[in-house]
């Protein structure tokens, strides 16, 4: 799938952008399966926000049973003063997560598409197994800011093995959130890790390297509809608020390889779903 100029983009830079790879109807059925999940989420049950600027001390057990589960999280700014919910539910969701590919057929059949374990083996994956799958709405006017990390901070292997996919369902753009990354910056130490005490279930997240992001080289990867980003897990990425009026829709895979092992303390374990591989 990937010829060598690809692969060695992807070696160099840590991250690889396929412009269209996937058609409007392969990414369609996505959108709507995601917008009829958060059609039936019992929000008065389940009013977990997601955010990214309390350093992941906001974790419930709501959060955790995701792992294996199709849970909504709200969008910070969706929610008014007293808690109310002061935005259409379709425009209050921040992400959906984390077990799509298990649970929703949508999402299984995009996952399970030959093409994505053929792109995974070219990147030198032996046996690519998808861990974690989030739709993320990165809503219009009160879309939340994803603050600079590395994805090896929350999803633990030994050694590093963790690809990350990230298709935009939607244009993305600078105006309404587009990913960032710093070329390059994935042969920087982790800077951080969070880790998780099974039995207390507490997670916390540890300062590993003080060296500070290279925010100098950042690029804004615009990415239009139905493009795949591929990103090594110890690249730096980052999304601003989206303050426009566009929605930025995307789905997202995190993959890791069998001959790397899955640390028990990370947050995201599969105990009764067990291994999804990528043929
Ligand atoms: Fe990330």
Known sequence: MLNRRQKNTYNEQGFLVLEGLFSGPQIDPLRRAALEIVDHFD????????????????????FFDSAENVHCFLEDGALGESGELAQPRRLAINKIGHALHDRIPEFTAFCRQPLIGEILRDLGLVAPQL????????????GGEVRWHQDATY????????????????DATRDNGCLWMQPGEHR??????????????????????RSPWAVEKAVAVEAPAGSLVLFHDHMPHYSSANRSTRSRHAF????????ARWSEENWLQRPNLGVFELR
């Not at 929000?43 to 709501?62: K, L, M, N, P």
């Not at 999803?155 to 939607?170: H, K, M, Q, S, Y």
């Not at 920087?188 to 390297?209: A, F, Q």
Request: charged letters at 35%; glycine letters at 4%.
């Open 188 to 209: 920087s130490p982790l800077r951080e890790i969070y880790r998780v005490d099974r039995d207390s279930r507490k997670g916390t997240l540890t300062e590993l390297d």
């Open 43 to 62: 929000i008065d049950r389940h009013r977990s926000v997601f955010r990214t600027d309390d350093r992941d001390e906001g974790r419930d057990d709501y």
């Open 131 to 142: 861990w974690q799958t989030m739709y993320i709405f990165k809503q219009p006017s009160i």
């Open 252 to 259: 997202t895979m995190h993959v890791a390889d069998s001959r």
């Open 155 to 170: 999803l633990i292997t030994r050694p590093a093995a963790v690809t990350g996919l990230w298709v935009a369902v939607e």
